[in-house]
């Protein structure tokens, strides 16, 4: 197997299991209904984009939709940004995500660093629900209302959440690694009602007390009215340490029918953040029926789900994988919460959960696959992995060496998908497809109503060569707008502004001619860890704010391959040094106020940051530069205020780059 190179087969799927798939069930659905037939995946997912309307309405009747009324039509309107989906049709997600139920089977497990096993049936999920969805209502919060959560990947999360969606209400969520002011960046121009936080968290084999963010964001956060504490860290007296709080047990108090607010499909089921390089945090509002038709599509077609499965993402509340993991509970699954570090007590860890909970799909960042690789984990043999039959990797991309070490250390027999897509539509644009076979270093397919292209800068497609990923026809899941962004102009800036009515995602893809693609990083100047996206801006903010900084430059050169590496340069006052006293604070400001994932992994000083002529950081093309692009292609010296600052970035790119991939 190690003599296997990129591009090869490294695992087929059975005959057998082929015809036990998602897919081939729904295939052989659009035969005796529809009498459609198809060759192949491909010529599938041709139908599926050249038809959207017959597609996404396939999608609607084979999944059963549960809807008060349906809609007038599919597609009312095919442009974008503005494309109208499902007019007339009402519904609610939670309905839905609450509306299998089984007896055998617990609808979450749940187990953290401190939490060795806690179970919540289906029965107990929904009176829970109900009793908050009942406790909100009391409070006055209403449809339309905001909904915030300060809140760990915990039960307590998916409850407030499936309440506030339940009564029409919009939800919006930060993981508390976050630092006060990145939360306060997001929940402020949203004005929330309500604020669910907990007074800390467990991570790595340490509690860090969080009362004093919640408190700060209590004062800042002006429109909200009423703070529900979880106790998470601290079982006593925590209302003396925060004052106007309500305690989660007191909204459990009273049971409650189980009700739902029949919403448009377009109606804000919440709000995720996306940040581009320049101001604050974008937020994203998706609607109850987009995000609920292409969940169902994601977990049933190309996440081979059942309501037999028992599903885990290793995800925060701040990672859109969390919001992914609730298509679950659409399917009537067992999801699988985890809360802390995936290296404590050690990298055991998650594959010890694995066993413990008879896991059968397990989804991850690339980088933990990379690290448990590099630490020369193998779980093969050492736990009982005999139910698990996929690996699902994401946040990244996923090298060869990766996927090799997937099939010689977890198990032969598994279905590795990689897959890549975006906060932006909380789903993916390529990804695993179950019926074809595993090929070294590549994704296997384009996602089913997804008109994914690769484009050159002139817009023309690319086949085997490496351009923009663009989507050139609507889904469903995108976004309905921006909050507060009343004529658009942010939403159509962060995606269209380069290829008219075409969304341009920011990553670098190559599609060959048999549909497989690669993804090779972002091609514009955003920060992605693990899957989660961060602005330049909200690191330069703290980083800046430190006395000793006069200006900084921040970096990220994840790419394919190379893993991911956050590259901070900092100009300092004259005479100040770049000591180890100043590293460490730059990086606890970073840990504090930002969040542990964006602490650079290098920290370099510089006498000036690349700048155009009108005095913006060259991120992009310094970018370019370190990935190793050539020189000449992607910097004009002469669109520059101070061309002197280049050539320390040029001799760091001769060193971080011995070869060129593009």
Same mark, same amino acid.
């Given at each position: ?30 035969k ?7 060759d ?29 009324r ?20 009402r ?14 089977? @617990?609808a ?20 829970k ?14 449809s339309?209302?905001?909904?915030v959560?300060?809140? @760990? ?9 499936? /309440?506030?969606?339940?009564i ?48 700060q ?30 305690l ?14 029949? #919403? ?17 945090? *974008? ?61 404590y ?12 909970t008879?896991?059968?799909s &397990?989804?991850?960042?690339? @980088?933990f ?29 996923l ?11 977890v ?52 086949i ?9 026809k ?21 995606? &269209? ?29 955003t ?27 921040v970096?990220?050169r994840?790419?394919?391959g ?13 005479? *100040? ?12 400001q ?7 994932? &964006?602490i ?33 292609? #992607?910097?004009? /010296? ?15 790119a ?9």
């Amino acid at each position: 197997m190690k003599s296997l190179k990129e591009g090869e087969i490294i695992w087929k799927p059975t005959q057998q299991r082929i015809k036990q798939t998602g897919l081939t069930q729904y295939t052989d659905w659009l035969k005796d209904k529809k009498g459609l037939e198809f060759d192949d995946y491909q010529e599938l997912w041709k139908w599926s984009v050249n038809e959207l309307e017959e597609f996404w309405a396939s999608i609607w009747d084979y999944c059963d939709v549960i809807a008060t009324r349906k809609y007038d039509s599919v597609l009312a309107n095919k442009t974008m940004p503005g494309a109208k989906w499902f007019e007339g049709a009402r519904l609610n997600y939670a309905e839905n995500a609450l509306a299998k139920e089984h007896a055998d089977k @617990p609808a979450i497990f749940f187990r953290s660093e401190t939490i060795i096993k806690q179970e919540i049936s289906w029965k107990e999920l929904k009176e829970k629900v109900a009793s908050v969805a009942h406790s909100l209502r009391k409070l006055g919060v209403k449809s339309g209302d905001r909904v915030v959560a300060y809140m @760990p990947n915990i039960p307590e999360t998916v409850i407030a959440f499936l /309440a506030t969606a339940s009564i029409g209400a919009i939800w919006s969520s930060c993981s508390p690694d976050f630092g006060a002011r990145s939360v306060i960046d997001r929940f402020k121009q949203i004005e929330p009602v309500v604020l669910f936080a907990v007074d800390g968290y467990h991570y790595n084999g340490k509690s860090f007390d969080k009362t004093s963010v919640v408190s700060q964001l209590q004062k800042e956060l002006v429109t909200v009215k009423h703070t529900v504490l979880v106790p998470y860290i601290d079982q006593k007296n925590l209302q003396q340490k925060l004052e106007n709080t309500i305690l989660w047990k007191m909204l459990l108090k009273e049971s409650a029918e189980l009700s739902y607010e029949s #919403v448009p499909f377009d109606h804000p089921l919440w709000i995720l953040y996306s940040s581009g390089t320049t101001g604050m945090p *974008k937020p994203i509002v998706q609607g109850h029926g987009g995000i609920l038709l292409e969940h169902l599509k994601a977990t049933r077609l190309h996440q081979d789900m059942t309501s037999e499965d028992t599903v885990f993402w290793f995800t925060t509340t701040g990672w859109m994988m969390w919001n992914l993991l609730m298509g679950g509970l659409v399917n009537g699954a067992t999801i699988v919460l985890y809360d802390g570090s995936p290296s404590y007590p050690d990298m055991e860890t998650l594959w010890q959960l694995a066993e413990d909970t008879g896991m059968t799909s &397990f989804g991850t960042s690339a @980088p933990f696959l990379t690290s448990s690789m590099k630490l020369g984990m193998k779980p093969i043999g050492k736990y009982n992995l005999t139910k698990l039959n996929s690996l699902f990797s994401t946040g990244a991309p996923l090298s060869s060496d990766a996927f090799k070490w997937v099939y010689n250390s977890v198990k032969e027999d598994i279905w590795l998908s990689s897959s890549s897509g975006g906060t932006d539509v909380c789903s993916g644009f390529v990804g695993g497809v179950s019926i074809l076979p595993v090929r070294i270093g590549e994704i296997q397919g384009r996602s089913l109503g997804v008109h994914v292209e690769s484009f050159d800068e002139q817009g023309n497609s690319l086949i085997n060569d490496v351009g923009e990923l663009v989507i050139t026809k609507p889904m469903p899941s995108m976004p309905l707008y921006f909050w507060n962004d009343q004529d658009g102009t942010r939403y159509f800036d962060s995606y &269209f502004d380069t290829y008219p009515g075409v969304w341009k995602h920011g990553d670098w893809i190559k599609i060959d001619d048999k549909g497989s693609c690669i993804i090779y990083g972002r091609s514009d100047s955003t920060i992605n860890r693990s899957g989660v996206r961060m602005g330049t801006s909200d690191i330069y903010r703290v980083v800046e704010a430190i006395d000793d900084v006069m200006e900084s430059l921040v970096i990220d050169r994840e790419v394919l391959g190379r893993g991911s590496s956050l590259l901070l340069f900092v100009v300092l006052k004259q005479g *100040k040094a770049l000591n180890p006293e100043l590293i460490a604070k730059i990086k606890e400001q970073i840990r504090e106020h930002v969040s542990p994932r &964006f602490i650079p992994d290098q920290i370099y000083l510089v006498e000036h940051i690349p700048k155009t002529l009108n005095g913006k950081k060259m991120e992009v093309p310094i970018r370019k530069l370190l990935l190793g692009f050539e020189f000449d292609k #992607v910097v004009n /010296a002469d669109s520059m205020s101070n061309p002197e600052s280049l050539q320390f970035f040029k001799e760091l790119a001769a060193k971080l780059n011995e070869e060129k991939i593009f």
